[in-house]
Every structure is written in structure tokens, then in C-alpha cells.
């Protein structure tokens, strides 16, 4: 019986493994040891040389849902072709970056359970529409990079199901021989529940585990034949012009083991670089600073900055009022000294909120100025900043269900063409404060127009994004902060008012003969004035000098 098994399964490896056939190579087999658990002692991290992220990388992001940003074929689902038909839109908008939410096939409406690392969800298209996009935004000079879920696979994902199939068929005294099921080796299995995360194989007495969700079983990254389909994965999408990956959830690759999941990071990087030398990961470590700075000794370019981020995080609370510019200012300091500590060649990933949080709006009452603020203060910062859909136009959520963080974004209140449904499971009824993408593009006061004078300000500036901050001690005092961002022999001047009323900064001694004002990012939209040395500065703006 089990030599029936082992022939059946060699037949149905050929077809279900990585991004074509399962390679019989030595390194492609799954040893005994690497059958189980996770946990055990990782070795310190030992990363060889890595071709530097280069400075196209400094990009301005917006991430898109596309189930809830534009649908062309009648479904009430968002598409890729919808996303390339919003290409004017999101140029226009001053983005040269694109962040994918998960586009692979899925059994859920977030797809953050892949079935199929190498194809799109037909929900979403074709390959070939997402070349077209893929080519389309090179054309425009914007990089595109996709969600990459390594942690864990869809438990319909078919290196799941032939192992479970392959453990069913056990007899009872018999244990796991990955020589008959390498599959066995790519999830972790045990005969014993080590905690609420690990599930029962029904009908065995094998446990596997899941640590978001049961039907998301976790990947054994110490396993090298898994660490091999995913640099076959890469090779896929990096052949069909990917610029770079998101990366989900690498806290979780391996609980509790910064060096371990520093260095998956790092070998996966090290791989794509080899394939494709500007490209460009970002990392998903939803912690404090502190631990986002440990993870860049995996030498990958950027980190999401989540100690700036979320409903209590410094562009909030600073746009809400209860925290002062000088204290921003002393935050951004803090934290890009202690990342360039860890690695001086990081691209921080400072955003507000992401499809995981409550949005902007809700956090800041719908208040426009504030919210306004808020992201003019994240599109200051140095880095590679992330817009979340739906962000420039004020759009709101409810509560913590997740469904209602993705709602579809509202082109226009006249014309529904290409409006999505929202997710199914989203509260009906959820109002938006705003006016719909249409109105706000003919208001030059809106919320929209606002973000695009912010994010082209950072086009026209290199050093924006890329320069090394200093902060003006003696010009910072309270609701005032003079900072500058400095790169190469460019530097921009970066004044901040966080108070509701207008200031008079007295910059003697910091100007050259000929500063001015090359921009105001005022919620107000008044311009600021320059007389000689004296600043006039209007209430919640940020004043740019050359």
C-alpha cells in the first residue's frame, strides 16, 4: 500500500509544486529533521553582501485594494483592468509607486490565503491583463510591487491538501516519511496541540499549525525545498516586470525570532536582487520601533514605519493637536537615527493607516483640516511614503471589522460606472463625510488636491525623500519645528506650525541670500510669507524653503 501511495504521489508532485514541475534535486528534498515544528534555537544571522537598494526605490506609494477600487466588467468586483484604467487618476495624483494587496487565487475576498502563488484571482483578471498593467505603468514610470504571503498558504492550497491526503493514508503506528511526501516537510506538523493555534487533522491524530486561521496553515521556513519554491515564485512574477514584494507577516515566520525571520527576508532579497538589481522589498513588522529597527539586520530596504502609524501614532496625534511639532519632529529624528543605526542604506515606509486599521478619517472625527494635516506631516517625511486608497479623498470606515476598512472607493455620486460593491460582509449604509473623487478634483480646497500638491512637492524634491534630517534646536519651541532635509548638495528647509493659529518664525541666521518659499502645505490653503528673515507661517502648515 505505501509503495502505491509513494506512486501516486510522485505523479501528482509534478504538477502541484512552486511555479511549474517539483524539481528532484538534492536541495529540493525535505529532510527528516525538517518535518515539524516551529521553534528551536535559530542561528545568529550571517548575510553576505547585498546589491544596495538604489535611489529609484525613494517612490511615493498607493496602495490599492482591487477588489474596492474600479470594476470594468459589471461584477461589483474591482479588476486589474480597472486599475489600469485609473492610471491617469493615480499619476495625477503625484504617485509613482503601486502596492497590490494580494492579486493570486484565493478562496477568500482578501486573498491572503493563496491557493496558486503563480496566476491571478479570476475575480481580479488574467496574467495577461496584469502584464498590460505591468507595462502600461513602466511607460509612466511607475514601479509596481505585490503582496508576497509567505508565512502561510490557503489550506486548499495543493501542497496543504497532498500532505493532509498523505497523512490520512497513515496507518496508525506509522510515521511521516517526507522521502514518500515532501509535502509533509513544508507545514509544520505534531501528534501533539502545542497551543489555540494548531489544528486537528480530522480522522488522525497529527496537529498542524495555523496561526492566523485555521484554513491558513503555516509554512515551514526552515524547510530549504520551501525556501526554493519561493525563489521559483519570484522568478515567475519578476519575469513578468514585478519592481518588488510586500512582505506579509514576517514577525510570524518563526514566533519570537527576530534573526531567523531576518534572515528569510534577507535570503529571499539576496535571490531577487541576483534576478533583478533595483528591486525593492517592504516588510510588514507591525511592532514598536525598536523591533522594526532589529529587522533591518535582514539588509532589505525598508521596514513599514508602524511606530508612526495607526489611531494613537504621531501623524494623528499631531494633526489632532495633542502632540506638538517639536515633539513630531524629535519622533522622525529618533527614529531614522536608530534604523540607519541598524542599516544606514534603509528606505523607511512611513504610512498613516493600511487595510488593517480604522481609517484617518475616523480616527480624526472627519474633521478636513485634520485630516488634511495628517497627511501632509506623513508626505514631509523621509522615505518611501504609503497612501492607502481612498485616503486623499477623507474616505471613512466603521468599527473593527476589516470588511468595512475596504470599502469601495467612490468615483462619483452622479455616475456609478465602474463603482464597486463593498465587501460582502461590510455593514451596510456607511456614509462618506466627502465628496467623491469627481468633486474633489474641481475644489481646489479639497482633500484630494491637497494630497497631490504634497506629493508632487516630493517629485520636484528628491531631497524630500532622501535627505538626512536635521532639527534646528534653537528654531524649535513647541508648536514651531525648523528642520532640514539634507542629500548630497541639495537640502530643502522644512518649517512645521501644528498650532490653529497663524506664526511669525524668526529664521535669522539659518537662511542663505535668496531662500524662499517654494511651497505651503497649509489645510488652509494661505500661502506663507517670506520678508527677509521673518517667516510668517499660516495655522497647521508646513512651509518649505530653498
Not at 535559530?42 to 553576505?48: H, L, Q
Not at 534604523?339 to 472625527?365: C, K, W
Not at 500638491?453 to 534653537?474: C, M, Q, S
Request: proline letters at 2%; aromatic letters at 12%.
Amino acid at each position: 500500500m505505501k509503495r502505491i501511495i509513494a506512486i501516486m504521489l510522485s505523479l501528482t508532485l509534478l504538477v502541484v509544486s512552486g511555479c511549474g514541475m517539483f524539481s528532484n534535486r538534492e536541495d529540493s528534498k525535505a529532510t527528516e529533521d525538517t518535518v515539524g515544528l516551529s521553534g528551536g534555537n535559530a542561528t545568529d544571522a550571517n548575510f553576505g553582501s547585498v546589491a544596495s537598494a538604489v535611489s529609484d526605490n525613494y517612490r511615493n506609494y498607493y496602495e490599492i485594494f482591487v477588489h474596492s477600487f474600479y470594476d470594468t466588467d459589471g461584477d461589483g468586483i474591482g479588476d486589474l483592468k480597472g486599475v489600469y484604467e485609473k492610471l491617469d487618476y493615480i499619476e495625477d495624483l503625484g504617485a509613482n509607486g503601486l502596492w497590490l494587496m494580494p492579486i493570486m487565487p484565493s478562496t477568500t475576498y482578501h486573498k491572503y490565503d493563496v491557493t496558486d502563488y503563480c496566476n491571478i484571482d479570476k475575480e481580479y483578471g488574467s496574467l495577461e491583463d496584469f502584464e498590460l498593467l505591468i507595462s502600461e505603468c513602466h511607460n509612466r514610470k511607475i514601479n509596481v510591487i505585490i503582496d508576497l504571503v509567505m508565512n502561510h498558504t490557503s489550506s486548499k492550497h495543493p501542497w496543504f491538501t497532498e500532505a493532509v491526503a498523505y497523512i490520512k493514508g497513515l496507518a496508525e503506528d506509522e510515521d511521516i516519511d517526507v522521502s514518500v511526501c515532501p509535502y509533509a516537510a513544508y507545514y509544520n506538523f505534531s501528534k501533539e496541540k502545542l497551543d489555540d493555534t494548531w489544528y486537528l487533522i480530522e480522522g488522525t491524530d497529527y496537529y498542524y499549525e495555523g496561526g492566523f486561521w485555521s484554513e491558513m496553515p503555516d509554512l515551514n521556513l526552515e524547510n530549504e525545498a520551501v525556501i526554493t519554491e519561493f525563489e521559483k515564485i519570484a522568478d515567475f512574477w519578476i519575469a513578468r516586470g514585478v519592481d518588488g514584494f510586500r512582505m506579509d507577516a514576517p514577525l510570524h515566520f518563526k514566533e519570537n525570532d527576530t534573526s531567523f525571520n531576518a534572515e528569510v527576508l534577507n535570503g529571499l532579497y539576496s535571490y531577487c536582487v541576483t534576478q533583478k538589481p533595483d528591486f525593492y522589498m517592504v516588510s510588514e513588522v507591525w511592532a514598536n520601533g525598536k523591533t522594526i529597527a532589529d529587522y533591518y539586520q535582514s539588509k532589505t530596504p525598508s521596514m513599514f514605519d508602524f511606530s508612526l502609524a495607526d489611531a494613537e501614532g504621531d501623524f494623528i496625534k499631531t494633526a489632532r493637536g495633542t502632540q506638538n511639532a517639536q515633539k513630531f519632529v524629535n519622533k522622525l529624528y529618533q527614529m531614522e537615527t536608530m534604523y540607519s543605526e541598524q542599516y544606514n542604506e534603509y528606505i523607511n515606509a512611513p504610512f498613516i493607516t493600511n487595510h488593517d486599521m480604522g481609517r484617518v478619517a475616523n480616527a480624526l472625527a472627519s474633521d478636513e483640516r485634520n485630516i488634511k494635516f495628517a497627511g501632509g506631516l506623513l508626505l514631509s517625511c523621509g522615505g518611501s511614503p504609503f497612501v492607502y486608497y481612498g485616503e486623499e479623498l477623507g474616505m471613512k470606515s466603521k468599527g473593527k471589522k476589516d470588511e468595512n476598512k475596504r470599502l469601495a472607493l467612490v468615483w462619483s455620486k452622479e455616475d456609478a460606472t465602474g463603482i464597486c460593491n463593498d465587501p460582502a460582509d461590510a455593514d451596510k449604509g456607511i456614509e462618506q463625510a466627502f465628496a467623491a473623487a469627481d468633486e474633489q478634483l474641481m475644489d481646489e480646497n479639497s482633500i484630494l488636491n491637497y494630497y497631490k500638491k504634497a506629493l508632487h512637492l516630493r517629485n520636484a524634491y528628491p531631497e524630500i525623500a532622501r535627505g538626512t534630517l536635521k532639527v534646528y534646536d534653537e528654531y524649535t519651541d513647541g508648536h514651531i519645528a525648523v528642520s532640514e532635509r539634507v542629500y548630497g548638495e541639495e537640502s530643502i528647509i522644512i518649517i512645521y506650525n501644528t498650532e490653529d493659529a497663524e506664526a511669525n518664525v524668526d529664521l535669522q541666521g539659518l537662511l542663505k541670500e535668496g531662500s524662499k518659499v517654494v511651497a505651503t502645505i497649509s489645510v488652509d490653503n494661505i500661502e506663507a510669507a517670506l520678508t527677509e528673515n521673518i517667516l510668517t507661517i499660516p495655522a497647521k502648515s508646513i512651509v518649505y524653503v530653498k
